[in-house]
């Protein structure tokens, strides 16, 4: 991904977006411009005299179609019964959701959204009612998981320790991490033996494991006054329902309020469907789960913005302190 913020390469983006605007009945005033840009890139398409939309283009070699359409069918399940607000995936004039065009040897599948209003919201522990919000949520969309049969052919990845640390990890080896010393890396092979051992133990039963999220982090959340929604299905995929908690405080794992974050979110969860001492007693273990694969994220994806706020080097070493806490405290 070496370029991923040279602007010839976010302008050729744009370009391919903006050469599909009939597709959504945008018209040739229509305009296009980047809103973010991590792995996949997001733009905002207006066109005088209708509501603006939201395209998102696909990073290549990541998705197939069939799990891109996959999510889609996942998220119009989710809004036909009213579990939660998302945007609407748009029909293409020329029938399904999914266009596509040609960059250079990749092809990049785009993707429409209706536009949704609201702001990302801030970091603090004056998020804790927003938490206890998003307890509710994430509670609604485990319990339609529980009682929904997906439609044949509906594929999506796991997140299970395997996808994550093993042989063929997903988002690359931690073991990259940038400022790993020898200390380190002791320290996060062992983090590894424990969370691998408490997860077998945990187990993969249809009350802690199925389509989860995955990502619902602050980036992934509008605040609109009191309605909080989401938005980002792209990580969507199998895994425990507790990971989504893991995934809400991701990069903030070491600040002061998540504690009050996260009996906000157990109590508005709890407003919806038990939640067990059982699984609450697992936060800690999907709270280093989800740290580590961060860590092998930044270490693969060092040019990124998200990267770079994180610190590279400064979040590795945020990691092995955390994974020294853990530890002591499992011990």
């Known amino acids: 991904m070496a370029g991923l913020y040279d602007e010839g390469f976010t302008e050729r983006l744009r370009q391919g977006a903006l050469s599909l605007r009939y597709e959504w009945g945008l018209g040739p005033e229509a305009d296009v411009r980047l809103l973010t840009l991590s792995e996949n890139a997001t733009f905002l398409a207006s066109d005088p005299g209708r509501a603006p939309i939201i ?22 399940t989710l809004r036909a019964s009213g579990a939660i607000d998302t945007p609407a995936p748009l029909t293409l004039a020329s029938g399904g959701h999914v266009a596509q065009f040609s960059d250079g040897n990749d092809t990049r599948h785009v993707v429409g959204f209706a536009f949704m209003p609201g702001d990302e919201p801030s970091a603090g522990e004056s998020l804790a009612p927003g938490f206890e919000l998003l307890g509710a949520i994430s509670a609604r969309l485990h319990r339609q998981v529980q009682g929904w049969q997906p439609p044949q052919g509906f594929t999506r990845k ?24 020898d200390e380190g890396r002791a320290v996060l092979e062992t983090l590894c033996d424990v969370l691998k051992r408490k997860l077998d133990a945990y187990g993969k039963g249809t ?50 309020y998540i504690p009050a974050l996260q009996a906000a979110w157990l109590k508005g969860y709890r407003t919806i469907a038990p939640l067990d001492a059982e699984h609450e007693a697992m936060i800690p273990s999907f709270v280093m789960f989800r740290r580590l694969l961060l860590t092998a994220w930044i270490a693969s994806h060092a040019e990124t913005q998200t990267a770079a706020d994180a610190g590279h080097g400064a979040y590795t070493a945020g990691t092995v302190a955390l994974a020294k806490a853990y530890l002591q405290a499992e011990a």
């Open 55 to 76: 395209l998102r283009v696909h990073r290549p070699a990541y998705h197939t179609l069939a799990e891109i359409e996959s999510e889609l069918a996942w998220i119009e």
């Open 158 to 181: 796991t997140w299970d320790f395997d996808s994550a640390f093993g042989a063929q990890p997903l988002w690359g080896d931690w073991r990259a991490a940038l400022g790993l010393d």
């Open 207 to 256: 009350d802690r494991f199925g389509l989860v999220h995955a990502d619902l982090r602050l980036a992934n959340l509008l605040q609109d006054g009191d309605k909080l929604s989401v938005i980002d299905f792209d990580d969507c995929g199998f895994s425990w329902f507790i990971y989504d908690f893991a995934a809400a405080i991701s990069f903030y794992e070491t600040e002061p």
